[in-house]
């Protein structure tokens, strides 16, 4: 249960080739919530909030829609650093959600090769890409 929390979120298709499975029974989205104890899956980016509660975090998540209750939820991660971060933009393509955030955080998670491997912090945009079950960057 997301208790106490404000949250918002963007919903896109999963949009797999239309002969994958998953892409007719998978959600993915993506949003910002104020929560403690919004969940997440055991193999998360991460599994807790970095700017919790006096800022927002970024959330990704995949759900089955054949699914009912908690079951529905695939694969779930917080994602952000220690000041605000928005998901603005989420799409899920061949398994990898590719997110596009702002990020007022100068420890928004980045990888290495990036084009600013440190965020200068105070406000800038991030696109992300995480792996098939949100556990890495890619």
């Not at 929560?35 to 998540?61: E, K, L, W």
């Not at 928005?86 to 420890?107: E, I, M, Q």
């Amino acid at each position: 249960a997301l208790k106490r929390s404000r949250s918002s979120a963007t919903i896109a298709a999963h949009t797999m080739p239309p002969s994958t499975p998953a892409a007719r029974t998978t959600t993915t989205i993506a949003g910002d919530v104020w929560s403690a104890d919004f969940p997440t899956t055991p193999n998360a980016f991460s599994r807790t909030p970095r700017s919790y509660p006096r800022y927002p975090d970024v959330f990704v998540a995949r759900l089955d829609r054949r699914q009912r209750g908690s079951a529905q939820l695939l694969y779930s991660s917080y994602l952000g650093g220690i000041h605000q971060d928005d998901a603005t933009k989420v799409v899920s393509a061949h398994g990898l959600v590719t997110l596009a955030c702002f990020s007022s955080s100068p420890d928004f998670p980045t990888t290495v090769g990036s084009l600013a491997p440190v965020p200068p912090g105070g406000g800038d945009i991030a696109i992300v890409q995480l792996d098939t079950i949100f556990s890495r960057l890619v």
